[in-house]
């Protein structure tokens, strides 16, 4: 009896070490990554994880969901400070000055050193380098990337008597158009609003206010190397102040519409134009029991909007063959044309690399929707994605004092000096 | 005689010191468990509140500052004073409103005659749901316009106004805690012995008499034991504001706890977080302190 026992615990024993053992051949590496839009890019994340892993089976990328981009900063640099520093995460493209402060990342000009990669690394588009690159050196590899895109219900458009086919092109004809879209019961309470720009924290606050500087001659609200900030330049005072006149006129909602509900207010019909991302495209096509346009972000001065969403990043202190591993999955990612135009085509992010827009796939698909080029036409406009140094606190003073002009509880004025005041007692440490 | 005393005297001291022993003993496991998890991390806390500990210090490591962190959390940190007073308004609010409406619901629950269980089972599942479920669900609720208050009152943003965010939530927070409450008046009505009734209604007493001079004196003990519990719960429940607000608009639904949250993960200040930490525990403890021995003196014990 004693022996068949021990026999059983040899056995059970064995059996535990066979995953050990196998986990030799085959290098496993943990990716968390963000999602902020809806229509379930995770799935098609986790398709391209397996197909990769058919066509490399000694190398196995487990996506790990982590929430938004803010959420997955977090999840990551809890991981780099208790020692558990991944080899490859998708993370935010303005995290790159706070993970750089660290210490913490490699550049790929050390690894693309032959002709292929540096055809790889120099083939993305310029606008969605400027989140990625530093001091001459790429830090970010683009992959989910955006600018801000003006969607409007073109149905509502020919009810209120404007040309579904002209949307507002100017700051001014914006307000005229939404305050002819706004429609309100016999009460005097408003059912539907015209315009929607989401500015709650939760969301991305900060991005939204810059569709309102840089549409002022490409004004942007930081300086290029992450450490200064302009919250009190009078131009971004004017910019917040005609956002919240949208609200104060009555054609978009007091308070601070939410970022994660304004797709669904749109599809519902309870918004006529809304400014989201392009990520969230392929979602509102599928979805939109209604017949719709995008168009670029209505001017001031200038056309403009902030690029945005997600890039690949390498980090040091992992074994070597987990960093060759991550590096050449993110090249089998983002170096093959078909793949960039499919993941453009199955999510609407922008396809990072010209050359997918070349594709037979893309041209088809983009003859069939022409809503599909809206974000790369705008990309000539677009600028950098607010960053700075210690991007997670800079960016909570920003977004709460948009929150606080939004609500009214301080003047548009009061709230960007108060920033600026806030912002610079963190960013000068980095000066 | 006198030896006999001593003797027993003698017997007595060694059985004393035995029993000493035994209990020390017997309490060991949960002294490591308090010490390793309680007691060194508060110890941590307070030690890592005394330096600069932020993203600019990531790779020199931490600054000695002594108590600035402090001096600047009192003086010019102005979230950490919106969020003191909000956590002192839900404090303020919900445990009286969900004591309030436990007890209603108790005396209901016990008065019903038939689907005594049902009633039960209705009134304390939203305890049973977890925080951030029950954030979800309020989220729907609150969605304007096309949400399930949206139905009834199209124009209420209640979440999207600094004046309003903060009863929204403890609505929700009364609704999620009362039910749990409620557990323990229910067991704290059946403790209380029916011939007291009796002799109320010999003595005249209508049934408005009964439950103030009987019911609500025998429920003291439970009453203590309960505001302890929802005092802490007006500190501890934060999950909702990581689906629901964030702490916004402009930090109106911010509470302590989760401003720490966001100061130790979103923003890696440790140094701030930790001083939030150990003003945090300062208040729950005093505030227990100060509610065991006020209300004990004045208990009946059934």
Redesign the interface.
Known sequence: MKKTFFLLLVCLLLIGLVPFVQAQDVIELDMYFPVSVGGGPDALITALCDEFHQEYPNIKVNPVYAGSY?DT??KV??AI?AGNTPAIALMFSIDLY?LY???VLYDYDSFATDKAGQKWLNGFYDGFMQNSRLNEKTYGIPWQRSTIIMYYNKDMFREAGLDPEMPPTTWAELKDYAQKLTVKDAAG???RYGVQVPS???GYAYWMLQTFTLTQDGFNIMSPDGTEVFFNDPRTIKGLEFWKSLSDDGCQ??????WS?TVS?FL?Q?VAIMYHTTGNLTNVRKNAKFDFGTSRLPADTSYGSPTGGGNFYLFKGVPEEETKAAYTFIQWMTNNPERVAQWSIDTGYVATRPEAYETQRMIDYANDFPSALTARDQLEFAHAEFSV??Q??VQ?IL??AI??A?????TPEKAMQDAQIAADA?LV??R | MQTNIQRIDQANRLKKRRTTWLAWLMLLPSMIILAVFTLYPIGESVYMSLFKNNMSTFVTGPVWVGLQNYVNLFTRDAVFKKAFYNNLIIAAVTIPSSVTLAVAMALFTNKVGRGKSFVRVAYFYPALLPMVAVANIWLFIYTPMYGLLGYIAPTWRLLENVDTVQWALIIMLVWKQAGYVMIFYISGLQGIDQEMYEAAKIDGANSVQAFWHVTWPMLKPTTIYVMIITMTNAYKMVDHLYIMTKGGPDNASNMLLFYVYQKAFDQSNVGVASAVTVVLIVILLLATVVQFYTQDKRTFYA
């Open positions: 803010a900063r977090t640099l809890a400070q706070q402060s660290m210490d309470n408003t059912t709650d924290k939760a909602a007091p308070g601070t519409p939410k509900t207010d519902e309870k140094y210690d997670g606190a909570d977004d709460t929150e606080a939004m609500t009214g509880t301080k963190i440490d980095y």
